[in-house]
């Protein structure tokens, strides 16, 4: 059975960081895309970020230039480094996994970007 935790969310004031960690319990190399969303209140879900098994990225482009997506498939953990935040970064922050088999999902982490 396929989970994937996410952590490193917190509260941080405009223009700090925050690296979220997506650790999951099986093998990542079979997951691509692995992708970041994000839903905000009374907001749809967002995607924000995508890599796939090639290291290929892409990113909403509310995020281009702050956020960097990256996977290290020795640990089976994805990463969403997020530098220079904004109160409208302020979500709940999922990952998500995609293969043959299924599209699987994390039970999220907060982010509050606030002063």
């Known amino acids: 059975q396929v989970q994937l935790v996410e952590s490193g969310g917190g509260l941080v004031q405009p223009g700090g960081s925050l690296r979220l960690s997506c650790a999951a319990s099986?093998?990542?190399?079979?997951?691509?895309?692995m992708r970041w969303y994000r839903q905000a209140p009374g907001k749809q879900r967002e995607l924000v970020a995508g890599?796939?098994?090639?290291?290929?990225?892409s990113y909403v482009d509310s995020v281009k230039g702050r956020f960097t997506i990256s996977r290290d498939n020795a640990k089976n953990t994805v990463y969403l480094q997020m530098n220079s935040l904004k109160p409208e970064d302020t979500a709940v922050y999922y990952c998500?996994?995609?293969?043959?088999?299924?599209?699987?999902w994390g039970q999220g982490t907060q982010v509050t970007v606030s002063s």
């Open positions: 998500n996994a995609v293969s043959s088999s299924g599209s699987y």
């Open positions: 890599i796939t098994r090639g290291d290929d990225t």
């Open positions: 099986v093998n990542i190399f079979s997951f691509s895309p």
